[in-house]
């Protein structure tokens, strides 16, 4: 097929989207859970602040927050990794 489609990603780019996935999901394991919650609900599952914090039950500002300490977490973990976001 065409190697101008969108969608072909060359093997070696796609073992290091898989590893760099990997090294995220190890991190995600070690935030507290709230912050874990509300990364994943707002991140990975694309809801809105007001979406996630139904879902936590709490209020929106706290969604906020957990997601800020997350991502913060986070980057702090995957740069003592070597990898820069």
């Known amino acids: ?3 101008d489609s969108k ?3 060359p093997p ?3 073992l290091e989207r898989s590893q ?3 090294l995220i999901e190890k991190a995600l394991e070690k935030l507290p859970a709230r912050q874990r919650q509300a990364f994943l609900l707002r991140y990975w599952e694309e809801m809105d602040v007001a ?5 936590m039950g709490c209020s929106e500002g706290s969604v906020k927050t ?3 300490r997350a991502t913060h977490a ?3 973990m995957l740069q003592k990794q ?3 976001l």
Do not use: N
């Open 1 to 3: 097929m065409a190697s």
């Open 7 to 9: 969608f072909f990603e």
């Open 12 to 14: 070696a780019e796609q």
């Open 20 to 22: 760099l996935i990997a």
């Open 51 to 55: 979406q996630a914090a139904k879902i």
């Open 66 to 68: 957990h997601c800020s």
């Open 74 to 76: 986070l980057a702090v």
């Open 82 to 84: 070597g990898i820069k």
